[in-house]
């Protein structure tokens, strides 16, 4: 199959990348590997790798998409943008309008399969009791990136209506394992003594980066695969947990316990500031909106359809991968 990978110089889509062209090594026959980059290259051992072809394009252009969609067989797609101060200017578009674009130049070119990674905070909050079941909820959640992200998905859903093409979306919990962002920079702030989390208990589901992968390759591949998809292990946890175990795990201290509101001051101190000297803005308040958001998902239909078995069915099966 012909694959298109967006944001194939980015975390999750270097990753999947990386983990399909080892799967080439034993496949026959191999898939044919389509790296979409805007400014960022991907790592060489990636782009030189064989089956391997990068196309740069423009997900705000949609003349540039018209070459990439050509001859593919499904789009798996992770663009977006990180670390930028007030997310609620730039993801309208770069959530919602840069799916939509990228949407209507795959059905353009006769796309079978579209899968959009997405996140279960668009169901808004959930917990063991209460999980998110995978559906389209009738309520808005409550930060930007839930939003449009929600959006989105809409978007791609309405747009497959009585065509060829299979639209999937993907909504893991948060991935863990080595080289992921958010565990880097968490282990990182620990070491530095900089690591603190609100004092509210927030539930979350983790995923390791290699199920994650498995379960995307399946997603690809399947046949039968449609619709939403729950990404997630054995074992919801709160957030406070999951950094005292990995802190624990790293040899640091176990994270500051603080008050809310001094973490919303500290991301409009960091937005300021970003937005003032055009640095990045690796914390935003509606980053900690949504990250105070707990979330818990029903993964049966994962489990049914896409991965069966996991290799680290909780976090102490998969705490070694960071």
Not at 20 to 44: G, V, W
Not at 50 to 60: F, G, K, Q
Not at 182 to 211: C, E, G, N
């Amino acid at each position: 199959m012909n694959l298109l990978i967006t944001g194939a110089a980015g975390n999750l889509g270097s990753n999947l990348a990386r983990h399909l062209i080892e799967t080439n090594r034993i496949a026959q026959p191999p898939h044919n590997l389509k790296l979409l980059i805007h400014h960022n290259n991907p790592p060489q051992a990636i782009a030189h790798a064989p089956n391997v072809t990068i196309h740069r394009a423009d997900l705000a252009d949609p003349a540039t998409l018209k070459t990439p969609c050509q001859n593919t067989g499904c789009i798996i797609h992770f663009a977006g943008v990180l670390f930028a101060p007030r997310p609620e200017k730039f993801l309208p578009e770069t959530n919602t309008l840069y799916v939509k674009n990228l949407v209507n130049a795959a059905l353009e070119a006769g796309v079978k399969k579209f899968i959009l990674v997405s996140f279960p905070h668009v169901e808004g909050e959930s917990t063991p009791d209460h999980p998110a079941k995978g559906v389209m909820p009738t309520t808005s959640p409550i930060s930007t990136h839930a939003r449009t992200r929600l959006a989105a998905e809409r978007y791609l859903f309405e747009a497959t209506t009585n065509t060829q093409m299979t639209p999937i979306v993907l909504r893991p919990g948060m991935i863990y394992g080595s080289g992921i962002l958010m565990i880097d920079a968490a282990r990182w702030a620990s070491h530095h003594h900089l690591l603190a989390v609100w004092r509210k208990p927030t539930w979350i589901h983790l995923l390791s980066l290699p199920d994650f992968l498995v379960a995307t390759q399946a997603a690809i591949e399947s046949d039968t695969a449609r619709g939403i998809y729950n990404l997630g292990d054995d074992s919801p946890l709160t957030l406070q947990e999951f950094l005292d175990a990995a802190t624990a795990h790293w040899g640091f201290h176990k994270p500051w316990r603080m008050p809310a509101p001094a973490f919303y001051a500290a991301a409009a101190l960091t937005e300021a500031f970003a937005a003032i000297f055009r640095t990045r803005a690796p914390l935003t308040r509606d980053f900690i909106r949504i990250g105070m958001a707990s979330y818990v998902m029903d993964t049966s239909r994962m489990k049914a359809e896409l991965l069966p078995e996991l290799k680290y069915p909780t976090l102490a099966e998969g705490i070694h991968l960071f």
